[in-house]
């Protein structure tokens, strides 16, 4: 077949959307179809951009390319998953989470302009009326199904994948650091990171690997850090190359990853391919659905004396943590996750 | 449901803020959780029993307070003091608009030319919305006042002006409805103008002289349209005149020059000036008085709430036979023919002395009216339907802003589009819906 992954590219942006989008991408050929991502730029602002940016998505046809038919369109992200196909199936990462979820949030911005309220009921509408266009509506976590359901009245099955290079994850024995791998960003939490590293009672050591969204931000994190005092006990890795990310999950004493509402979250499956036990908040969306307290991992208020108690247990009791890493793997395996099933579902 | 109401507030000198507010509260903070936004530093603190108050200024103001709201109502009408910073406001964030006043032309000139000095933008906006014509009779009535306020008013409202970012319209007479459904861009409803009235109230708490000199009566704010000189005229030549006494109540924006008038057509002794005057003086005043002249001409389009104040009291009124005046039952008021102002003012004042009777039924007639068609609990729920429809009517606008904003792009770059604006349509069809 052939196949157009829909999708959106914020550009210099680069995130678990984007390797999602490449890892069905390959999956799509290696299983011998004819795939390429169709990536949208797209700005969010002001927010009249946004539904500009819909009408684009809407006139455009790929129906067929040269005169050959586009067999199946497959789309992942708002508002690209609008395109309109006679042959779409929709695997949504999420919609746009500010006119949504995030509307209350104080990560929201939309709701700061002054045809806020106006902008979202016109994104709600869009996809109350479009999304069901598509033959089938899956979504990449249960939260993302959740979200889909309370907001816009439309059902869809969850649809779980493997992260990329599942099969090259290893474990090894702990050291002494903790290991936050994520862009750094405001959703992800660094800064509660941090402050509840300021609040431990070991000298816990926390090692952030990823790069900012923007450049300020990177510095505003370190200078937080130098501000509580934490220099000697953070390491800045930065951007790193694949096989260093491996070989710092398989050497690390847990995984923290307390995200705000993360839809996914590769992190979560990386750490338990790894056999490491997650850190993750009540709040945090989609690591909730892999990671169980006190089984693989720990479950705190997303607050920084919670967070740092949990660093503090992992830090002390090295064997239990030892064990629900490995708990973490079992679980794992027993999900099932594969591209073929992916495939299969998507293409059915 | 969560609504923001942007009002002048009582003791704001205004009858939006004393009459039309104050008469509709009590139902709408009962079905609303409603927040009133002003941007007055006094109101009337009482109102906090009702609803939650917020001082704004345009400039600052939390929009994610408004935004949490599920629908903002601002109301609009011609006095700029009273509603320019609510205008301000409603262009930047969409809600519905309460036009008080259809013809809003007095409105912009005062804020353009008056109170901003901005006679650049005036004259943009005259051109935006009336083109080479608009832009040519705003520079003559800039330059050599060869035509007048009342010609631009009439000829160029800029009503749309007042609307351009809304979702949806609520007038108070079948005129305005006529005008705003014309251009064919917002939603409208129509919906009588409300006061609140006791359920007994008969009227019978008048306390009428039956011997002359009888008390006619004139009231609120004395502009150019309520038509004074025309009154003045008509007392000076009639015989009768004796048998009359004219109180003026209201602020008259050339007292003096008003003064100097009254007193050379001799009428010093038959005609008081009163000035600003708290309701409940005015009240009383109602009370005792015989015949209300209520004119207006030319009119702004407005449904007028001193005639409801007039039939509160079961009082006779002269109104203007124009606008909303004009639709209003000639056995609740008698009607002033705008080309034969003096002798019909004449005529009814010669009938009055004839036999104050009929006069007297008017009033009542007046009143009865006023209970039936002017309900502010019918009022508020049109209002609160309306309300409950603010997400279509957003999605609508929606479509509307993306398919100008498409429009200008494909300007940019053809003049002959052919089919490609009606495929654009469609697009925004599915996005926004029907």
Redo the contacts between chains.
Sequence with gaps: MRILIATVQIPFIRGGAEIHAEGLRDALCRAGHEAEILAIPFKWYPPEKILDHILACRLLDVSEVAGTRVDRVIGLRFPAYLIPHPNKVLWILHQHRTAYELWDHALSDLVYYPNGSQVRDAIEEADRKLIPEARAVFTNSRNVAQRLRRFCDIESTPLYHPPPNAEKFYSASAEDYLFFPSRLCIPKRQELALEALAATRNPVRLSFAGTSDHPDYTAKLQSLARKLKLQKRVEWLGGISEEEKRSRYASALAVVYPPTDEDYGYVTLEAMLASKPVITCRDSGGPLEFVEDQATGLITDPTPDALAAAFDFVWENRDQAEGWGRAGRVRYENLNLSWDYVIKKLLA | MKINWFCPLPPARTSVADDYLVGILPSLSQHSELTLWTDQNNWDRSLEKLAMVRRYEPERIS??E???ADVTFYNIGNNHLFHASIWQVSR???GIVVLHDSRVYNFFDSLYRGQWRDLEGYLAELKRYYGNEGLRAGTEFLSSGAVNIDFMTEHYPLTPLALENCLAVVVHTQEAFEQVEAMQYWPVVSAALPRALPPHRDGNDTVRSAIPPYRLIMFGYMGRNRRLDAVLEALVTLPERDSFQLDIFGEIPDERSLRRRIGKLGLGGLVQLHGYTHETELNKVLQTSHLAINLRYPTMGEASGSQLRIWYHALPSLVTDVGWYSSLSRDTVAHVRPEHEIADIQSYLQAFLKDPEPFAKMGQRGLRTLREQHDPDKYVQTILNLAANA?QF??R???Y??AR??GTIMGSWTSNAGKEPI??AE??H????R
Aim: charged share 30%; net charge positive; hydrophobic share 35%.
């Design positions: 929009w994610p408004l935004n949490h930047r964030h969409p997400r957003t999605v606008k929606s479509a802003d993306l904003r498409a495929r654009i697009k925004i599915e996005i926004c819906g």
